[in-house]
């Protein structure tokens, strides 16, 4: 146990998840009141887990990244615990709204969304470092919410704007776990690269 | 201020926006190929995307002092902290609205071959599109000094978006009472966004004075970002938002109501007439002047077939001055003579060339012969106007398929039992001797063009009873 709580604050983690709460707690307060239905559209699904996923995603590396590349412990697992367990928690968290009048359905798109986003996330933290973790799945969001895009029967669509296809899209659903999958791996086996210490702030 | 560029994440989040900004470009190039103004708004468009960007981006650059930990270090400097950060600030701004440019430069590859009218109003819609990317890169660094963390750049990007987009189209939305009429008109406050998605009719443009309006409004809140970078002192941050109150005390009382539709005009020079006269004359408007030689040849062998069978023939061809309905919700209908063939413009492709392919405007050449303008359109009374209010299909089919001597063409929307009467009255109509087709053809025209469909039916459809 202890050792869970030094890891995890060392991954400040207490931000991150603050942040993903508060989108979570914001959206499920604000939506009645800006819509008729009960059930959160599909680009505010995104909008909020993509909050997460970033929010999150800075928890991908700690202050000093030789640390965590260190031969003493085994880090490839400690990696994948940690992203399996991330995504775990985004979509439990979602999950507990469907109780409630404003819910985050259907559990698909929630779980597609959830894995591409943070595969996605992940991918850009073994590439750039967990600092510049956030600039795809922004890219890719911001692109898939534009008010022109949205479900349709042609490929090219489908994969551009796979965040919003409907549940049981073939092509969105093959894109996400391509990105949950590669991301996954990426990060596993890899970790983020290596930086001096003084680009990362303790209190980022 | 080269170095500050070069030596910071300047580029990369220039090449990003710029290649977000060309690919948004590029995939849709019938939206503006071969005009102007089309593609100055379009640009104006793609702003929902690079908005959010900019901003990001600013926030990322904003909180460069406090990753570096320099904070301490450069308070016991003299310099004061706006003469340090200007050359970051100014050079950012510079390369965002380098990257605005280029990204609508791509655009013109497919603009200049076919344009024939560049209005001077391309001047202003593209300067504000330029001045929203300075004020959106200041205020992402404002961002980004005030809360110096990593997610501030991707929270500010996804707030960006919903003030730049969710927010107007809510606040549109939200002017309909609960049948979809349009209670009340959109707010002027609309168009200080200078995101805007829609787009106009090609005839339509919007004037210097607003885009002079939402300038002043930008400029006032880029200023206010600018002190919010470089003040140092807290007394002048708490009057820094000074500027964007005063920028929007201005504006918003003088902008037109009705958001970026209720700004649009018609531009009278893209409206003129340019017409062929190397046979029956052909006339388009001056915005599509540049393709009137590919579709003289269609329109003309219409001319011809009307002039060979019809008493009365339109001997002229123009293309119509109705605005899509989109665009323009209130127009008066104006009546066209008989002699005359209004024929609506038949859309680009995306390569810039008029969209010919598979009859369609031949059949809507064909439609035309008989369509008038009946119904002033609205927003007040709930009426769409359409760019021209077409016959009844039925007797349209019958009198169709008469001008062009072949069977009525079906159309895959048409019930069994609709092409079981318009081929009976075809058939009935076809029986009768030839003069007497004629003159009857002739004046279910003449009915059509008086807007009085009942007898346009009756004549045309009598066959089938």
Redesign the interface.
């Known amino acids: 146990m202890r050792f869970v709580s030094l890891f995890l604050r060392s991954r400040r983690l207490p931000l991150a998840a603050v942040i993903a709460i508060g989108a979570v707690a914001l959206t499920w307060v604000a939506w009645p009141h800006f819509s008729d239905g009960q059930t959160v559209n599909t680009r505010m699904i995104s909008v909020v887990v993509l909050i997460a996923a970033v929010a999150l995603g800075t928890t991908l590396s700690g202050a000093d990244d030789s640390l965590d590349h260190s031969a003493s412990a085994r880090w490839p697992v400690r990696r994948a615990v940690h992203l399996l367990l991330t995504a775990v928690a985004v979509v439990a968290l979602l999950l507990v709204t469907t109780v409630t009048e404003a819910r985050f359905e259907p559990l698909d798109v929630v779980i597609r969304n959830t894995a591409g986003l943070l595969g996605l996330t992940a991918l850009g933290a073994t590439l750039f470092g967990a600092a510049l973790s956030w600039i795809a799945p922004l890219t890719w969001t911001l692109i898939a919410i534009m008010p022109w895009m949205g479900p349709s029967e042609q490929l090219r669509m489908q994969v551009g704007a796979w965040l919003i296809q409907p549940a049981g899209t073939t092509a969105a659903t093959v894109c996400a776990t391509v990105l949950a999958v590669a991301g996954l791996v990426a990060y596993t086996v890899r970790g983020c690269p290596l930086r001096p210490a003084a680009e990362t702030l303790p209190d980022h | 201020m080269k170095t500050e560029v070069r030596r910071s994440a300047v580029p990369g989040i220039a090449m990003?926006l710029l290649v977000?900004g060309a690919v948004f470009t590029l995939t849709s190039t019938e939206f503006f190929a071969g005009r102007w103004t089309q593609l100055a708004l379009y640009s104006r468009g793609s702003l929902?995307?690079l908005i959010?960007?900019a901003l990001?981006g600013g926030a990322w650059l904003g909180r460069r002092d406090?990753?570096?930990?320099v904070g301490e270090l450069f308070a016991t400097t003299v310099r004061p902290r706006w003469q340090r950060t200007l050359p970051l600030t100014v050079g950012y701004a510079a390369i965002m609205v380098v990257v605005y440019l280029l990204a609508t430069a791509v655009g013109a590859i497919w603009v200049a071959p076919t344009a024939a009218y560049l209005s001077p109003t391309v001047l202003g819609i593209t300067a504000v599109g330029a001045l929203g990317m300075v004020a959106a890169s200041w205020l992402g660094m404002a961002a980004g000094r005030a809360v110096?963390?990593?997610?501030t750049?991707?929270?500010l990007?996804?707030v960006g978006?919903a003030v730049v987009?969710l927010l107007p189209?809510?606040v549109s939305m939200s002017g309909y009472d609960a049948n979809f009429v349009k209670a009340r008109p959109d707010p002027s406050a609309l168009l200080l966004t200078p995101a805007f998605?829609g787009g106009f009719d090609d005839l339509q443009t919007l004037p210097t004075s607003v885009s002079a309006l939402q300038a002043v409004w930008l400029a006032a809140l880029a200023g206010t970002a600018l002190l919010l970078i470089g003040a140092a002192r807290r007394s002048v941050l708490a009057v820094a938002v000074l500027p964007a109150v005063i920028g929007a005390a201005v504006a918003v009382p003088l902008l037109p109501t009705g958001g970026y539709y209720g700004a649009a005009v018609v531009d009278p020079t893209a409206a003129e007439l340019v017409c062929d006269d190397d046979g029956p004359p052909v006339c388009v408007r001056k915005v599509h002047a540049a393709l009137l030689p590919d579709i003289v040849g269609p329109v003309r062998e219409v001319l011809a077939l009307a002039a060979a069978k019809l008493p009365n023939p339109p001997v002229r061809a123009e293309e119509t001055a109705r605005l899509d309905a989109y665009a323009a919700p209130d127009q008066p209908a104006v009546r066209h003579d008989a002699d005359t063939l209004v024929f609506d413009w038949p859309g680009f492709t995306s390569s810039g060339k008029p969209d010919l392919g598979d009859g369609y405007f031949r059949t809507e050449l064909l439609a035309s012969v008989w369509s008038q303008e009946c119904q002033n359109g609205g927003s007040a009374t709930g009426q769409v106007a359409f760019a021209a209010d077409y016959a009844p299909f039925q007797p349209e089919a019958v009198a169709t398929a008469w001008l062009t001597g072949g069977p009525p063409q079906p159309q895959d929307w048409w019930r069994p039992q609709d092409q079981q009467k318009i081929e009976a009255a075809h058939q009935a109509l076809t029986a009768l001797p030839t003069d007497e087709q004629r003159q009857l053809v002739g004046q279910a025209r003449a009915a059509a063009l008086d807007c009085d469909y009942d007898r346009f039916e009756a004549l045309l459809m009598a066959g089938d009873r």
Do not use: E, G, K, Y
Request: charged letters at 20%; zero cysteines.
């Open positions: 990003l977000v929902l995307l959010p960007l990001a406090r990753r570096s930990r110096p963390r990593i997610v750049a991707p929270v990007a996804v978006f987009a189209d809510f998605p």
